[in-house]
């Protein structure tokens, strides 16, 4: 800060120019002069009152400052943020009283203001005038409409603090301080004298008595607050106070208070009168056996896991003397038991271990997010060009924005980086326990691995340097590629925290006991006979497990479990062999990010004959003209799954439109399908749906199945046995034998093999058939011999 005192005043030549000096000397000579006569006039007649002209035309503030601390004598403490120029227009002569008013007003203009300190006055910015040490009015003490910044006390007699304050906001400065002390029923106000006089104007016209309303509290003994402020709610708002009339219909205000179990009124006390009348005939003793039982029926959560959760709470009162003052924990007398087939809740308690527990139940019985899960599962050639490019940071987060990843676990190599996508140099494999430096080594932008591998494919899906949108524009782009299998797109809808599992394969019978033929008297009849035969079905498919949890930032916490079996070409019928690749993981992973899994290799051996024509099936001599081999293809297998957080019926019909989206383009294809009702790809779809309606005892909704995919191929060995085992239940033995040599005859004619899903299932359907005919024959009676009538 400057002080700038009455009688001195030094200008820098380096900081003032010369003309601006000369300029503002010529224009403060009048004033100055009439100053000097001012004083001389006053000391002939000191009871006379000086007057002055002040016309200022964009002149420097702190030179207007200097005026005026001559002009009055008082001294001023200027801080240096005090600057810029300014601009009065005073046609008529002012009183030196009036001068100062005018001064302090031109502050408040510009933003500044003064504070008093002992014989000083300091200039300073206003939003920092109110941290200092300014003067402290209460009210009804004497003021003048000043501009300068002083700090209000005003108590209030009918009004709160805080209500008085919500209705001052908009009319103070930006600059000014308004604080409610609730605990005095005072407002304290920071700002400018002149304003603060509006602002009182308002105060008294606000704070005044309300009308002749009054409080009471009525506790209850026996009735529950809520329940009765609800009936009283409803009588007083439809009928009128005799004396008031229809005014009083919303003057009258109830509120149930809980804690306490009591009324809380604001009314007249006429109305006080009346509802304390009709209190008294409400809270009456009822007559029931100890302990409530209330009934919740559930909108959400499930009635058997939230009761679960609420006998879990702690199950016995507090004892300590210290803690009666505390809110009673939930008693082992709280008995709560689920109705699953309403979804509700029996709460046996006593009123206010009920009202916790209600409490409780309302923060739980909330909707959950939905999870709506998109996969494509493919085979690819393993000789094929397949890279598909992720964004690595093994174990990272998203702060960067690009994914997390979790590489090599259950691979052979781990991830190799060679023909990386826009990676040149050359860089060793990685293997799973590959180090810290390592794997910061590993560009931003890689191949997914040979081995078995994770990424998150942030910005869509990049597949040999194409991206493509979604896992959909995946689909449409190799559905026709010779080198890709696409094995099933599966899409699941689950809600948040709930398993969601998908699964694609064939159901296999396994030969679990053979039992030879035994006849009456308990021995065997025939050692190369079989009298039954036990298979048990196990599940051959490629299985994906994921269990999704959304947090608060909408980041989605996916558990992924995959099980991926294949039976083992030219393993024996009765002993299937099967291949199994198993692997669980945890991955986080934006809302509409895409994971892909790869690297499960799979190995397909296929046994073929090559043979010259007649001269290869002569007996012995045949092997001359004729090999066998066995080919060996390798396949690599890749998930895509993208998650989608449906938050609210408005997502959900988002994706529901985005699918029919794709019906309706798919639907042209789909109808070039239908021209062709003898399509041979539907048969299995028709003997698995028939199997289901079989193994539910449902036979004649499976023969109907059956026969349906024989019509279409009459070959088909599935379908006959099927039927032959319905006719075997039903007790049609001679039936069954017929479609079981059917089978067989079929077999040697090479013409079942031709819709074959399986060869080693086949050769096991056929020898199950011999088996079959053996047993069904040994059961029949004999041909009973013609009668001799003579």
């Known amino acids: 800060m400057s002080l700038l005192h009455l009688s001195k005043i030094s200008f820098n030549c380096k900081t003032l120019c010369l003309p601006l000096v000369v300029t503002l000397l010529l224009q403060f000579t009048p004033y100055l002069c009439a100053a000097q006569e001012g004083a001389v006039q006053q000391s002939q007649d000191t009871s006379s009152e000086r007057f002055i002209t002040i016309d200022f035309d964009n002149v420097d503030i702190r030179l207007f400052i ?9 001294n001023f403490v200027v801080d240096k943020a005090v600057q810029g120029n300014v601009t009065i227009i005073s046609p008529t002569k002012i009183s030196e009283k009036e001068a100062y008013q005018l001064f302090e007003s031109v502050l408040e203009v510009n933003g500044f203001t003064t504070v008093s300190a002992g014989a000083i006055s300091k200039i300073m910015p206003a939003s920092r005038a109110l941290s200092q040490n300014i003067n402290t009015l209460s009210h009804g003490g004497p003021s003048r409409p000043e501009d300068k910044i002083v700090t209000q006390i005003i108590p209030l007699s009918y009004t709160t603090p805080d209500e008085m304050k919500k209705v001052l906001a908009p009319l103070v400065s930006k600059t000014s301080v308004v604080i409610a002390h609730t605990q005095s029923g005072m407002l304290i106000i920071t700002e400018t004298l002149s304003n603060i006089q509006k602002l009182l104007t308002i105060i008294e016209a606000i704070d005044v008595p309300l009308t002749d309303e009054e409080i009471a509290v009525i506790p209850l003994n026996y009735a529950s607050s809520t329940v009765a402020a609800t009936a009283i709610n409803t009588i007083f708002q439809q009928t009128p106070s005799p004396n008031k009339g229809a005014k009083s219909l919303s003057s009258i205000k109830v509120v149930a208070y809980e804690p306490i179990n009591c009324i809380i009124l604001v009314a007249s006390p006429t109305d006080i009168t009346r509802i304390k009348h009709l209190i008294t ?10 302990g409530n039982i209330q009934v919740v029926y559930l909108q959400h959560a499930t009635a058997k896991e939230l009761a679960t959760v609420l006998t879990s709470l702690p199950g016995q009162q507090s004892t300590d003397p210290a803690k009666k003052g505390e809110a009673p924990t939930i008693s082992k007398d709280v008995k709560i038991m689920p109705d699953t087939e309403t979804n509700s809740l029996i709460i046996t308690a006593s009123r206010s271990e009920f009202r916790e527990l209600e409490n409780v139940i309302k923060k739980l019985d909330i909707p959950r997010r939905m999870v709506y899960l998109e996969a494509l599962i493919m085979e690819v050639d393993a000789d094929a060009t397949f890279d598909v490019g992720v964004n690595w940071m093994a174990g990272g987060v998203f702060a960067d924005g690009t994914g997390q990843t979790l590489a090599g676990f259950g691979g052979s190599a781990g991830y190799k980086l060679s023909d990386t996508i826009g990676y040149t140099p050359a860089v ?14 590993i560009p931003a932008t890689a191949a997914i691995g040979q081995g078995f591998s994770l990424g998150v494919l942030k910005q869509g899906i990049k597949i040999g340097g194409i991206t493509f949108p979604d896992i ?4 449409r782009a190799y559905k026709t590629d010779s080198n890709v299998n696409v094995i099933a797109t599966p899409q699941i809808l689950t809600t948040d925290n709930k398993k969601a599992e998908i699964s694609i394969g064939e159901n296999t019978p396994y030969l679990t006991r053979t039992q030879a033929a035994i006849d009456s008297t308990g021995t065997t009849t025939d050692t190369g006979s079989i009298g039954y035969q036990n298979y048990e079905y196990k599940d051959i498919a490629t299985k994906l497990t994921i269990t999704p949890q959304i947090n608060q930032a909408d980041i989605l916490r996916l558990e992924i479990a995959t099980e991926v079996s294949k039976l083992k070409a030219g393993s024996a019928a009765d002993k299937p062999t099967t291949f199994k690749r198993t692997a669980t993981t945890t991955v986080l992973v934006k809302d509409n990010n ?3 899994i790869g690297g499960i290799i799979g ?6 004959e090559y043979k010259i024509p007649l001269l290869g099936d002569i007996p012995l001599l045949g092997w001359l003209f004729k090999e066998k081999n066995t080919s060996r293809k390798k396949t690599n297998m890749f998930i895509f799954i993208t998650p989608r957080i449906i938050k609210n019926p408005g997502d959900m019909a988002g994706v529901t439109a985005l699918k029919t989206d794709t019906i309706e383009k798919d639907l042209p294809e789909a109808k070039q399908l239908l021209v062709n009702p003898t399509d041979k790809s539907h048969v299995m779809s028709m003997v698995d749906r028939g199997f289901e309606q079989m193994q539910k005892g449902k036979y004649e909704e499976a023969k109907e199945q059956f026969n349906q995919a024989l019509s279409i191929d009459p070959y088909n060995p599935y379908a006959q046995f099927n039927l032959a085992t319905i006719n075997e239940r039903e007790g049609n033995p001679q039936q069954a034998i017929k479609q079981y040599q059917m089978i067989l005859d079929n077999n040697s004619k090479q013409a079942a093999l031709v819709n074959s899903r399986n060869p080693m299932v ?8 011999k088996e079959n005919i053996k047993r069904l024959q040994k059961t029949q009676p004999p041909p009973m011999e013609p009668t001799n009538q003579n």
């Open 603 to 608: 190995q397909d051996d296929t046994e073929g």
């Open 472 to 475: 959909g524009a995946v689909l």
């Open 66 to 74: 200097k005026y005026i601390s001559e002009l009055t004598g008082k």
């Open 594 to 596: 895409t994971i892909v």
């Open 428 to 441: 060793p494999a990685v293997a799973a326990t590959a180090t810290t430096a390592a794997v910061a080594a």
């Open 762 to 769: 086949d050769n096991a359907l056929f020898e199950t058939c």
């Open 281 to 290: 005939l409400l809270d009456t003793e009822m007559k029931q056996s100890e």
